[in-house]
């Protein structure tokens, strides 16, 4: 069986070693995209990030995408300074730049900026905030479902850090990922507050029974634009869907489980906490919400 591997895990391409990247304003070879050590996002992780992936040419539900990025940074009140058509152009001309055509992720971060001394308090970011867009040739490689294992993290209260702000402060969940992998694990399987099944370090969770789709009730996952193409598609091709607290005994229980995020797209599960979910390989229904969700992108990126 092969060794360690993530939902993240794409096929080695060697241009990436030479791809351009975005920097406030200006687009600059890898090795000269750097940033201060008083960056507010280097120094204490204060800035919103977003994934967009390309299809034949078309950036994939970018004004979603676009949408919960402004709204994250109204959330933390961080000013990007761009409006929504110059973020947009920074992105086309960032792929420009790097002669891409598909099969490409694109991460935009934005942080608070520079800091005029090494502390907490947002009025010492003065500068104006950072604004990069890293941009890599990217094909999922993926040799089989993933394994995951349960961990004690949580994904936590709205009033503590809220999981439907995508944050440069991702520390929770880099633990649960650490965790899993203690357990001999790809991803940590993570619960909400009230002990149900919730989400993955990485990405949204679903499983399937006797045919039917289930997730988390939403109230504490993350804010998924594919989670929610998903949950739109099997209401729309008649495949019931629920959106519920379930538990771990519903999990083991499932007939299929499968992962969904912006890069994986849909990820199947073969096990969680030894147990075989299935048969261990990625089943029809998941299957079945791959095709349709394929058939989403080519009319989306036509």
């Known amino acids: 069986m092969t060794e360690k591997m993530s939902t993240h895990q794409a096929q080695e391409d060697q241009r990436n070693e030479e791809i351009l990247i975005y920097l406030n304003g200006e687009i600059v070879p890898k090795a000269e995209a750097k940033v201060s050590v008083y960056d507010s996002g280097f120094m204490l992780g204060d800035g919103v990030w977003e994934g967009l992936r390309l299809y034949n040419g078309t950036w994939a539900f970018i004004d979603e995408h676009l949408d919960r990025l402004f709204e994250a940074a109204k959330t933390i009140d961080l000013d990007i300074g761009m409006d929504r058509d110059q973020v947009k152009q920074a ?35 003065r500068q104006g905030p950072t604004f990069t867009i890293i941009m890599e040739h990217s094909r999922p490689n993926l040799p089989r479902p993933i394994r995951l294992a349960t961990v004690p993290h949580l994904r936590g209260l709205p009033m503590t850090q809220d999981p439907k702000l995508n944050s440069h402060s991702k520390l929770n969940c880099i633990l649960a990922c650490i965790a899993a992998e203690k357990a001999g694990a790809d991803e940590g399987l993570m619960l909400d507050v009230n002990g149900f099944v919730n989400t993955t370090n990485a990405c949204n969770f679903f499983i ?52 969904t995020g912006t890069f994986g797209a849909q990820t199947p599960v073969g096990d969680i906490d030894g147990r075989q979910i299935g048969d261990g390989e990625m089943g029809p229904v998941t299957k079945r919400l791959r095709a349709l969700y394929k058939d989403l992108i080519a009319q989306e990126c036509a």
């Open 91 to 125: 992105v086309l001309d960032t792929q420009s730049a790097n002669d891409m055509i598909s099969d490409a992720h694109a991460r935009l971060m934005v942080t608070r900026g520079v800091k005029t001394r090494p502390f907490q308090h947002p009025s010492l970011s």
């Open 208 to 259: 399937v029974r006797k045919g039917a789709v289930w997730t988390s009730t939403g109230d504490y996952c993350m804010n998924g634009i594919t989670r929610q193409k998903v949950i739109d598609l099997c209401r729309a091709n008649d495949i019931p869907v629920f959106e519920r607290n379930y538990s771990l005994v519903d999990t083991y229980g499932a007939d299929e489980a499968f992962l």
